[in-house]
């Protein structure tokens, strides 16, 4: 059956300061693929005459609204205000499909035909949101638009409940990197449109994606009402591999799922916040999240240690949860399956067969702490060095390991030695944790991933030793969660490739 929902546009506005500008972006917009194209007047540096504009409105074959946004409503027009709504007016005569008219425009003065009524507030969710959805649905426009900076990814989901409820036409976004899902699950809520720049530098708002992450990041083509929706938490998270690993994965294996980047300020009560917004909004068909930095504890705190994978909660970190259909949250720690297993699968063994092995962890941090938990799971016999020596203390307590201070290294006795500091992560890339591979030493695992080959592995391997990437780290836990989620094998040789790109792309 051919799909019967609304198509959503996808909206280039074109911000360049002159008139044959505007027409080269509006075909690059297009070449891009752009549906429709946005002339913002307000970015012209010149005025121009009717046949300027009737030549930029016929320029491309394609659809075209056209705005010339005043300063008070965030954009950039700050001259008279009937010369700006007689150059809507001449717009619409010369052949604009689209008006897009503020809300603050007296009705008797608003251009008319197909127009786009919109309200714009650059600072805040506004507190009157629902009335002012309902003024624009009440209003003679065609199409109701409502732009708001967002605090919070909650704040997105809020611009999709306007979606969700609006009897006609509607384009509801919110701003700022926060209001990304607002922007791509435009489509799953069959939107009238999302706007996407050319490049980041032609944005009009802010966090706009551009054409090629709204069209070969999150196939934006491909999103249906159906589409499953997973994402990273994390603050910061604009850096974050995971969403090109995991879209591709999804593309490769056919599901019809969208992963996103969330950005939730650190705290407890902001993830609790977020999630809670998630559960009250089953419609969304969300079903997963990645967490990150700073939110790990904050993921097991709000799931619940019942709910959590026992390591996980001995780790004192979830950094993947799952939602089920009936919204119950289950929460586990890939991480440390991760590492773990990428370490098994380099020697050759199974998890059993850590047993009695002599593992030296440099580092104390996060990802010691999920590494020694699992090796002492494993009865790996563990030593842990580490250059504050009390941290190192605390850790080995806990897990009835030995522990050093970073000045014992030299007598280092071990088959595997893992490095979870960050000594030779990029840029730092001529450092080492480790001066000299001991003859002892058979494994060397060094969890950085960037860069990939480090000088400690790349002297670990001179020494003949077995290596273990943080690559194989990163992907192994992307996996994991991927399968986690989707009951579907991962399209592992896919996931390691992106990565790997993205890490050449960073050099
Ligand atoms: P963390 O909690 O901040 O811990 C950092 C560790 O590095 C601490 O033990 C710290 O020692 C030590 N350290 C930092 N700078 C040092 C220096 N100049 N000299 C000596 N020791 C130093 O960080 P984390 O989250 O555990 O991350 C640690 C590493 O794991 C990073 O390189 C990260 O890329 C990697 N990692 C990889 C993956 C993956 O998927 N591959 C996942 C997570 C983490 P003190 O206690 O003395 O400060």
């Not at 005043?70 to 008006?99: F, H, K, M, N, V």
């Not at 069209?215 to 974050?240: D, K």
Request: charged share 20%; with cysteine; hydrophobic share 45%.
């Amino acid at each position: 059956m051919p799909d019967q929902r609304p198509k959503t546009r996808l909206i280039c506005p074109l911000t360049a300061s002159d008139v044959p500008g505007m027409c080269r972006a509006a075909d690059a917009a297009l070449a891009a693929g752009a549906d429709t194209i946005e002339i913002r007047l307000d970015y012209l540096t010149e005025p121009l005459d009717d046949a300027q504009l009737a030549g930029l409105i016929g320029h491309a074959a394609a659809e075209t609204i056209v705005t010339c946004r005043p300063t008070s409503q965030g954009g950039r027009y700050d001259g008279d205000e009937s010369a700006r709504l007689s150059l809507l007016r001449r717009a619409a005569e010369l052949g604009a499909d689209w008006i897009d008219v503020e809300l603050t425009t007296p009705p008797a003065d608003r251009p008319k035909g197909a127009t786009i009524l919109s309200h714009h507030d650059f600072d805040r969710c506004p507190g009157d949101l629902d009335r002012l959805a309902d003024e624009l649905a009440a209003s003679e426009a065609a199409v109701a638009k409502l732009a708001f900076a967002a605090d919070g990814p909650e704040d997105a989901l809020r611009a999709l409940d306007v979606l969700r409820s609006c009897d006609k036409p509607a384009i509801a976004l919110a701003m700022g990197e926060a209001g990304l899902p607002s922007r791509i699950l435009a489509a799953k809520l069959a939107a009238f449109g999302t706007f996407a720049a050319l490049d980041r530098a032609a944005g009009s708002a802010p966090g706009q994606p551009t054409l090629d992450e709204a069209l070969n990041l999150y196939r934006w083509r491909e999103l249906t009402p159906r589409t499953t929706v997973f994402g990273v938490i994390g603050c910061p998270v604009a850096h974050s591999m995971s969403p090109a690993v995991h879209n591709a994965a999804f593309a490769a294996a056919g599901l019809d799922a969208v992963y996103l980047p969330l950005l939730v300020q650190p705290g407890e009560d902001n993830f609790r916040r977020f999630i809670d917004a998630l559960l009250e909004r089953p419609w969304l068909g969300w079903r997963g999240l990645s967490v990150t930095i700073p939110h790990k504890e904050n993921a097991l705190a709000t799931v619940g240690p019942g709910r959590c994978d026992e390591l996980a909660v001995t780790i004192g970190a979830v950094n993947t949860v799952t939602i089920d259909p009936d919204g119950s949250l289950r929460g586990d720690n890939t991480d440390y399956a991760a590492a773990i297993d990428a370490l098994c699968e380099a020697m050759g063994i199974t998890r059993d067969g850590l047993a009695g092995r002599a593992v030296a962890v440099l580092g104390a941090g996060g990802a010691a702490r999920a590494l020694v938990a699992a090796l002492a799971h494993y009865y790996a016999d563990v030593t842990i060095y580490n250059r504050t020596v009390s941290r190192a203390d605390r850790l080995g307590e806990e897990f009835s390991c030995a522990a050093a201070g970073r000045d014992a290294l030299p007598g280092l006795d071990a088959e595997i030695v893992i490095n979870c500091t960050s000594i030779g992560m990029h840029p730092n890339v001529d450092a080492t944790p480790l001066e000299r591979i001991p003859p002892m030493v058979r494994v060397v695992f060094d969890t950085i991933y960037n860069p990939v080959d480090t000088l400690l592995l790349r002297r670990a391997r001179q020494a003949g030793c077995t290596c273990v990437t943080g690559v194989d780290m990163f992907v192994n836990q992307a996996i994991a969660q991927f399968e986690v989620w989707t009951d579907t094998a991962a399209p592992r040789d896919v996931m390691r490739n992106v990565v790997l790109d993205k890490l050449n792309a960073r050099k």
